[in-house]
């Protein structure tokens, strides 16, 4: 790699410290440029647009890269350029932007210089695909029954009843039960009172006492309340 002195072999007579300057010669040295242009890589059309973003004040102040890819300098009148050049770090230029390329203008001696810009390289990443189990392998026919089975609809539960706990027993049955005893003992108890009755009745006719009155005398052809006598 050559390493490059600044200092030597100047395309401009006086150092560039303006952009002002920079346009100055490039319009006064038009056919130096051209030439250096030429040298160092550069069509005729990416000159032309070199010069006329110059001339619109398209041009930047920067630090100079260390590494050139090619430069062009002028020793005793004759333009030349040299490939893959070194130079001191921290030295200040002008650059203009091309499509892929930065042309510079170092200030201390105005020599033209190309820096080509880096490529990019577009990786397109592919998604590995997907590995099936040891043993499985899918088919046609598989993927198609997958595909076709319809959807069957959800399926209503049965509706199961509560089951009813055994009616209770009526409380009219021992109520119906007891009345049966109840209407049982009635005509019991007539029959045991009515027989008191007749008991104690009986017993008052005879002894005199506060008894049931005695029956009418029976007269000629006449009965008694009792039937009894009949003459």
Not at 162 to 174: M, S, W, Y
Not at 175 to 194: E, S
């Amino acid at each position: 790699m050559f390493v490059f002195d600044l200092t030597h072999d100047r395309m401009a007579s006086d150092p560039v410290a303006m952009v002002s300057d920079v346009q100055q010669a490039v319009i006064l040295d038009e056919g130096r440029y051209a030439q250096a242009a030429r040298k160092i890589g550069l069509s005729p059309r990416e000159f032309g647009l070199f010069e006329s973003r110059v001339l619109l004040g398209d041009v930047h102040r920067t630090t100079l890269p260390t590494r050139i890819d090619a430069m062009a300098g002028m020793h005793r009148g004759r333009v030349y350029a040299v490939r893959n050049v070194r130079v001191r770090a921290g030295q200040i230029a002008y650059v203009v932007v091309l499509p892929g390329k930065r042309v510079y203008v170092p200030v201390v001696c105005g020599n033209l210089s190309v820096v080509h810009s880096p490529r990019v390289v577009r990786r397109v990443l592919h998604a590995a695909p997907r590995r099936l189990p040891r043993g499985l392998v899918p088919t046609s026919s598989s993927l198609a029954a997958v595909t076709t089975v319809p959807m069957q609809p959800p399926q209503a539960l049965p509706v199961i009843a509560p089951e009813l706990a055994p009616a209770a027993p009526a409380a009219a049955a021992p109520l119906a039960a007891g009345g049966a005893h109840r209407f049982f003992a009635i005509p019991f108890f007539t029959w045991l009172a009515g027989s008191i009755g007749s008991v104690i009745g009986e017993s008052g006719e005879g002894g005199g006492g506060g008894g049931a009155p005695p029956l009418p005398p029976c007269s000629a052809g006449t009965t008694s309340d009792a039937g009894a006598c009949n003459l």
